[in-house]
């Protein structure tokens, strides 16, 4: 009896290229689908930086506008303390000077009401007022303020120091100059954000304890200007010329000290805002840097899945699949509709 031999058409084992063969179209595909995955994770990152960017303007820009500001509320407080100084011939005070000015003021105001007060309350009067707001004032160093001599809020937190902050250091000294856009990417990339937000924060809190430190000050001189406005007039006309030119040389005193704190005010708002465009600049190289890095991981998962789809019709046609066939159409309607997408609808 014959036994008919099956082996003939057995499958032949497959080789290790062939194995090879088989797998390349799914290596290709996880390679595209991470590929994509990555460049759409780079490009989100270039939006979230260049959102950044707009933020830090948006604050760079109301920084600026109190700089400007100020600095024009400086300029023409400056420029009133000159004109005052040359009409009056009123000279930079001292603190003893404006301590004699006020005790005078006071005193001699202070028999003016005595006069025109009859119930005899004078402790409520403005030049006994006057006279308390000077005991305080020589206390707390409001004459020093007044005379030029300081500022109330002297001891700032100092900036970071060292060497990993020379990089900040020439970035803000180059920045306000004409720079190219590669000469400005080398710049702020040497300059990491942690440390500007560092010296951000420093510049910052110095204005905040600044403005804080000033305000019993800035009180104090509205409080002398109230007193000064509503001090009683003697009727000899001599003597009220002499008090009149002693209140003006306290107001000249006041709008000097207020013209040194707008511009002190100024300055921190200046570096401020200079940093914040530092952020900006950098912020903005990021998002560039990103946004390249995005393109060219698309155009690397293009070729992945270009591979996927040759390997796949080259399975296809050794098996004589019609699926070949099939594939290859849908490829090139892909490919006409792309084009006609990207030459067309631009």
Not at 81 to 88: D, K
Not at 202 to 208: L, P
Request: hydrophobic letters at 40%; proline letters at 4%; a neutral charge.
């Amino acid at each position: 009896m014959n036994i008919p031999d099956t082996t003939t058409h057995a499958a032949q084992p497959t080789t290790l290229w062939g194995h090879v063969v088989q797998i390349t179209p799914i290596v290709m595909t996880v390679l595209a689908t991470a590929l994509a995955g990555i460049s759409s994770s780079e490009m989100t990152q270039s939006m979230y930086y260049r959102s950044l960017a707009g933020q830090h303007q948006a604050k760079a820009g109301d920084q600026w506008s109190f700089y400007q500001s100020k600095r024009l509320r400086e300029t023409s407080l400056a420029g009133t303390v000159t004109l005052l100084r040359s009409l009056t011939h009123v000279d930079r005070p001292t603190p003893d000077r404006l301590a004699d000015a006020l005790r005078s003021l006071s005193q001699h105001w202070a028999l003016i009401a005595e006069s025109k007060n009859s119930n005899g309350d004078y402790s409520k009067s403005p030049p006994a007022q006057l006279a308390q707001w000077l005991t305080s004032a020589q206390k707390n160093g409001t004459l020093q303020f007044l005379a030029g001599q300081s500022l109330p809020f002297e001891t700032s937190k100092p900036l970071p120091d060292g060497v990993e902050f020379d990089d900040l250091r020439t970035a803000l000294a180059l920045m306000p100059k004409q720079r190219t856009e590669a000469e400005l990417a080398h710049l702020v990339r040497a300059v990491t954000p942690e440390r500007v937000e560092e010296v951000t924060a420093t510049v910052e809190h110095n204005s905040v304890e600044f403005s804080a430190a000033c305000e019993p000050t800035n009180s104090a001189i509205g409080q002398l200007r109230g007193f000064l406005t509503s001090l009683p007039r003697s009727a000899d006309a001599g003597t009220t010329a002499g008090a009149d030119k002693l209140s003006s040389e306290i107001e000249v005193a006041a709008l000097d000290y207020d013209a040194r704190r707008c511009r002190r005010e100024s300055q921190y708002n200046r570096t401020v805002a200079q940093l914040y465009e530092l952020q900006v600049a950098r912020s903005g190289v990021e998002s560039d840097i990103h946004r390249e890095r995005s393109r060219k991981f698309f155009y690397s998962m293009l070729f992945a899945q270009a591979g996927v789809t040759i390997a796949s019709l080259a399975l296809a046609r050794a098996n004589h699949s019609l699926f070949w066939i099939l594939a290859a159409i849908a490829g090139l309607t892909a490919l006409g509709i792309s084009a006609t997408t990207f030459f067309l609808l631009r």
